[in-house]
């Protein structure tokens, strides 16, 4: 395959350092020689489609550089699932741009994306290469120890409910329960993390429960009562994607996206955190709050981790190394080497494995109980967040 163009696009939901490995990519291809120019896809996969392109070739060498501590995608997002009648469309503009190489920053469903367009383009007779940079605070993707992201949003939990849950332990006369909301889909990584900065068994949170285990509503009510004995109130973080034994969605939505995913708390349901608190206040009477960020920790820059934004950074290096050596039809991996000290190499995957495979919570990461992780998942994720602060504590005796 001789020289060409290349094209980049982020997909989905961002994470803080997506735009680190949007400036690893940049930087990366001004180095290939096979590379003449990188355009970016302004709005994915579906705006590449209705020409809106830019020429990140051409964009200030400290705009790029500064793309490593911004938030957000910067060449805008989409969730558009291709169809079948997409693909003309897509070939005439890699025709048009004479685009040899594409590159896309996204989960499981970009990979696809990816895949699918390079096998038809094959087909086509059109040389094409596809090499994907792995991304999502879901970290549930395929063959790579963690992905580029999530290190940053399991700090921003675990930092949110430390705070929420002091606040939560110091308001227990007034409010006997909160409860957090994470994002997370069908897997429980970022719930889990909520547990990284508790100190004692009093701290929060009290109780996790992931999507990996069905939920049951009478042996949760059971935990929350026992916790509010020991503690004198409940702490409770839940993924947005518990489903009950039967599959039914906690949050009792219906609504599904363009990719079959259901839309927790969308019309025909409400979020999950709204019934785990009304299941709590009907049962005991209790006074409550819940916190749901959403998209906060996707976004967070103020809290991503520096080895997060540095391997973000290297994978979309590596990704523009790969496609230089004539790679294709795979996706940069992050190896786990060591754990302490910790030590990581980058690797890659197939993009079909990766497209058609999630990586959920394993077993031993997930206490007995099913509602809360085990030491095992604290092992795994210490070397990721860094620290956690330390706060004071009063000590308190009666005065005499």
Same mark, same amino acid.
């Given at each position: 395959? =001789?020289?060409?163009?290349?094209?980049?696009?982020?997909?989905?939901?961002?994470?803080?350092?997506?735009?680190?490995?949007? &400036? =690893?990519?940049?930087?990366?291809?001004?180095?290939?020689?096979?590379?003449?120019?990188?355009?970016?896809?302004?709005?994915?996969?579906? #705006?590449?489609?209705?020409?809106?392109?830019?020429?990140?070739?051409?964009?200030?060498?400290?705009?790029?550089?500064?793309?490593?501590?911004?938030?957000?995608? &910067?060449? /805008?997002?989409?969730?558009?699932? @291709?169809?079948?009648? *997409?693909?003309?469309?897509?070939?005439?503009?890699?025709?048009?741009? *004479?685009?040899?190489?594409?590159?896309?920053?996204?989960?499981?469903?970009?990979? *696809?994306?990816?895949?699918?367009?390079?096998?038809?383009?094959?087909?086509?007779?059109?040389?094409?290469?596809? $090499?994907?940079?792995?991304?999502? $605070?879901?970290?549930?993707?395929?063959?790579?120890?963690?992905?580029? #992201?999530?290190?940053?949003?399991?700090?921003?939990?675990?930092?949110?409910?430390?705070?929420?849950?002091?606040? &939560?332990?110091?308001?227990?006369?007034?409010?006997?329960?909160?409860?957090?909301?994470?994002? #997370?889909?069908?897997?429980?990584?970022?719930?889990?993390?909520?547990?990284?900065?508790?100190?004692?068994?009093?701290?929060?949170?009290? @109780?996790?429960?992931?999507?990996?285990?069905?939920?049951?509503q009478e042996r949760f009510l059971a935990d929350v009562a026992d916790a509010y004995d020991r503690f004198g109130y409940a702490s409770i973080v839940c993924g947005e994607g518990i489903k009950y034994a039967d599959g039914t969605p906690v949050s009792a939505s219906r609504t599904k996206d363009k990719f079959a995913? $259901? %839309?927790?708390? +969308?019309? =025909?349901?409400?979020?999950?955190?709204?019934?785990?608190?009304?299941?709590?206040?009907?049962?005991?009477?209790?006074?409550?709050?819940?916190?749901?960020?959403?998209?906060?920790?996707?976004?967070?820059?103020?809290? +991503?981790?520096?080895?997060?934004?540095? %391997?973000?950074?290297?994978? =979309?290096?590596?990704?523009?190394?790969?496609?230089?050596? #004539?790679?294709?039809?795979?996706?940069? &991996?992050? $190896?786990?080497?060591?754990?302490?000290?910790?030590?990581?190499?980058?690797?890659?995957?197939?993009?079909?494995?990766?497209?058609?495979? +999630?990586?959920?919570?394993?077993?031993?990461?997930?206490?007995?109980?099913?509602?809360?992780?085990?030491?095992?998942?604290?092992?795994?994720?210490?070397? @990721?967040? /860094? %620290?956690?602060?330390?706060?004071?504590?009063?000590?308190?005796?009666?005065?005499?």
């Amino acid at each position: 395959m =001789g020289k060409g163009n290349a094209i980049v696009g982020q997909s989905g939901g961002p994470t803080s350092v997506i735009n680190s490995s949007l &400036a =690893g990519i940049v930087q990366g291809c001004a180095q290939v020689p096979g590379i003449d120019r990188l355009l970016g896809m302004r709005w994915g996969i579906e #705006g590449f489609m209705a020409d809106h392109l830019v020429d990140l070739s051409a964009q200030p060498a400290d705009t790029i550089a500064g793309l490593r501590r911004t938030p957000s995608s &910067a060449l /805008g997002s989409s969730r558009h699932k @291709l169809q079948e009648a *997409d693909f003309p469309t897509i070939l005439a503009q890699l025709r048009r741009y *004479d685009i040899r190489t594409i590159f896309m920053i996204g989960g499981n469903d970009t990979m *696809d994306t990816i895949h699918r367009i390079t096998e038809f383009a094959a087909r086509e007779g059109y040389g094409l290469r596809g $090499v994907g940079v792995p991304k999502t $605070v879901d970290n549930d993707l395929y063959a790579t120890d963690h992905t580029p #992201g999530y290190p940053s949003a399991a700090r921003y939990t675990a930092l949110s409910v430390q705070q929420a849950g002091r606040l &939560a332990r110091d308001m227990k006369k007034v409010d006997q329960f909160t409860i957090y909301q994470s994002i #997370g889909r069908d897997s429980g990584w970022l719930a889990a993390a909520s547990v990284f900065a508790k100190r004692s068994p009093e701290d929060a949170p009290h @109780l996790v429960y992931l999507p990996e285990r069905a939920f049951d509503q009478e042996r949760f009510l059971a935990d929350v009562a026992d916790a509010y004995d020991r503690f004198g109130y409940a702490s409770i973080v839940c993924g947005e994607g518990i489903k009950y034994a039967d599959g039914t969605p906690v949050s009792a939505s219906r609504t599904k996206d363009k990719f079959a995913n $259901v %839309e927790f708390g +969308a019309m =025909g349901g409400s979020s999950v955190g709204m019934q785990l608190h009304r299941m709590v206040s009907d049962r005991f009477g209790w006074r409550g709050e819940f916190q749901i960020t959403e998209s906060l920790p996707m976004c967070a820059i103020d809290r +991503a981790v520096e080895s997060d934004l540095t %391997e973000a950074y290297d994978c =979309g290096r590596e990704a523009a190394r790969l496609a230089g050596d #004539g790679a294709s039809g795979v996706m940069v &991996a992050i $190896v786990r080497e060591s754990n302490d000290p910790y030590r990581a190499s980058l690797g890659t995957a197939s993009l079909e494995d990766v497209a058609v495979r +999630a990586k959920p919570m394993p077993d031993a990461m997930i206490n007995e109980a099913g509602n809360f992780p085990s030491e095992a998942f604290l092992e795994y994720l210490r070397p @990721l967040v /860094g %620290e956690m602060p330390e706060y004071a504590e009063l000590q308190f005796e009666r005065v005499e």
